[in-house]
């Protein structure tokens, strides 16, 4: 599997902006997947995740209101939609493929078997 995130970019405190993963491969939809990211300095943080249908998402505390994640199978891509954006959002966000079923929320970064190449979110105040 291989996993391109694209989308990001320099946006203002308060807008917008949605980033999308592109997988290859044919069982795209059998797979959960997630969105993490770094900022500068700090360990990579879980964001957002969602099972292999779309009818379960999950969120960090600190996106939550604020950020949705959605997928089309049909198109083998998953999105995060950011909207309020803070300066504390910049950072390179990866998006990850899980192959594997867990019963939780998938907030951890060894639940993932795939990893995008990450794309740079700068929010400017």
């Known amino acids: 599997v291989q996993l391109q995130a694209f989308g990001g970019g320099l946006v203002q405190a308060g807008g917008s902006l949605r980033l999308s993963c592109a997988a290859s491969?044919?069982?795209?939809?059998?797979?959960?997947m997630g969105w993490f990211r770094q900022a500068p300095g700090k360990e990579r943080e879980f964001v957002a995740a969602?099972?292999?249908?779309?009818?379960?998402?999950y969120y960090a505390d600190s996106v939550k209101g604020r950020f949705t994640i959605s997928r089309d199978n049909a198109k083998n891509t998953v999105y995060l939609q950011m909207n309020s954006v803070k300066p504390e959002d910049t950072a390179v966000y990866y998006c990850?493929?899980?192959?594997?079923?867990?019963?939780?929320?998938?907030?951890?970064?060894?639940?993932?078997?795939?990893w995008g190449q990450g794309t740079l979110v700068t929010v400017s105040s």
């Open positions: 969602i099972s292999w249908s779309g009818g379960s998402t």
């Open positions: 990850a493929a899980a192959t594997t079923y867990y019963s939780g929320s998938y907030h951890y970064e060894d639940e993932y078997d795939y």
């Open positions: 491969g044919r069982t795209f939809s059998s797979y959960a």
